[in-house]
């Protein structure tokens, strides 16, 4: 199994920056991709950021410009540094990774337990 552990989050004024980390574990022969997602109350998750093992990344239109995602593949982990953050940002937000545990194994896809983001005057 896969575990994913994310830190970081936390109350912030409008304008200002947070940094989320997650941290996966476990016996994992790769990780394809990992991302962040959030969802807000009375919302449906949806996708903040992502980025391959390759260094492919891929950011909501809404977070473009303010939101930058970077990985270590050696630990992997994945961090996401949020700037210029709006009331619109408040949200729970999720670690994902798709990983395989062998080679040419099936991907499974992965959950971390969210973090609490609130922008908030």
């Known amino acids: 199994q896969v575990q994913l552990v994310e830190s970081g989050g936390g109350l912030v004024q409008p304008g200002g920056s947070l940094r989320l980390s997650c941290a996966a574990s476990g016996s994992i022969f790769s990780i394809n991709a990992m991302g962040w997602y959030r969802q807000a109350p009375g919302k449906q998750r949806e996708l903040v950021a992502t980025?391959?093992?390759?260094?492919?990344?891929n950011y909501a239109d809404s977070v473009k410009g303010r939101f930058t995602i970077s990985r270590d593949n050696a630990k992997n982990t994945v961090y996401l540094q949020m700037n210029n953050l709006k009331p619109e940002d408040t949200a729970v937000y999720y670690c994902?990774?798709?990983?395989?545990?062998?080679?040419?194994?099936?991907?499974?896809?992965?959950w971390g337990q969210g973090t609490q983001v609130t922008v908030s005057s």
């Open positions: 980025a391959t093992s390759g260094g492919t990344k």
């Open positions: 994902n990774a798709k990983a395989t545990l062998r080679p040419s194994g099936p991907q499974y896809n992965y």
